[in-house]
């Protein structure tokens, strides 16, 4: 079946401008991460979705990043004045659930990421 | 959150047996063990995942001691298109799961 997607594969914006990335996770799962991925580190988390809440945001860098999954499928992270050091690859994930308590994680499914790059 | 430790990078060759450690010492009982591999443009992929001793699958093997304080993934034999980064991850969900930087691993022919 479909995998992970992300639109669009590049993003080149200027300074200050802002911007919206897609994710369409693998249908029927209900857990869909973000990350950022600069160049030599590994992902670094953002934020997650069980269904339609956001249930822990704690990795947003600040105020200017938002993200939504209004209907529990597709989500889209959106960046506000965007700045040079918001260049990165933004990775999207999902998984059918967390996983459960006491048991193994459920696998987390990578789409390919958008490549930001603010000039 | 569980921190891992893992070394930045290793070298082999084509054919030789691969085995990465990585350390978490503060790992909980519920934690469970989880690997991922990641290329070049492409988002990770997961590997393997263990709680405790040994879970093989047909890409590799992940050895888990008793403590459970480390674990060591074993790659079979490896080719070039083994080159990658590779990731180990400790949480009891998905959510408490973090990515460090990963071992960046060389295969030569």
């Known amino acids: 079946g479909a995998g992970v997607s992300q639109t669009p594969s590049n993003k080149v914006t200027e300074k200050g401008k802002y911007v919206e990335l897609r994710c369409d996770p693998i249908?029927?799962?209900?857990?869909l991460y973000w990350y950022r991925q600069s160049l030599g580190q590994g992902p670094e988390f953002l934020i997650y979705?069980?269904?339609?809440?956001?249930?822990?945001d704690s990795g947003l860098p600040n105020d200017r990043f938002f993200a939504v999954r209004p209907e529990g499928s597709v989500s889209t992270l959106k960046i506000q004045r965007t700045e040079r050091g918001d260049s990165a690859v933004y990775l999207c994930?999902?998984?059918?659930?967390?996983?459960?308590?006491?048991?193994?994680?459920?696998?987390?499914?990578f789409g390919p990421g958008t490549r930001l790059t603010v000039l | 959150l569980a921190k891992t430790t893992q070394p930045i990078s290793m070298d082999s060759y084509e054919g030789q047996e691969v085995n990465i450690t990585c350390s978490h010492n503060?790992?909980?009982?519920?934690?469970?063990i989880t690997w991922y591999q990641q290329f070049p443009s492409q988002g990770p992929r997961f590997i393997i995942q263990g709680y405790k001793t040994k879970v093989t699958n047909e890409v590799a093997s992940l050895f888990i001691p008793a403590d459970r304080k480390s674990s060591t993934l074993s790659l079979p034999r490896v080719s070039l298109s083994d080159t990658a980064v590779y990731y180990c991850l400790v949480g009891a969900l998905n959510n408490d799961m973090r990515f460090g930087a990963g071992t960046r691993l060389t295969v030569k022919p």
């Open positions: 249908s029927g799962h209900t857990a």
């Open positions: 979705f069980q269904g339609t809440g956001a249930a822990d």
């Open positions: 994930a999902s998984s059918l659930t967390l996983g459960k308590a006491g048991g193994p994680t459920d696998t987390q499914y």
């Open positions: 503060n790992i909980a009982t519920n934690d469970y």
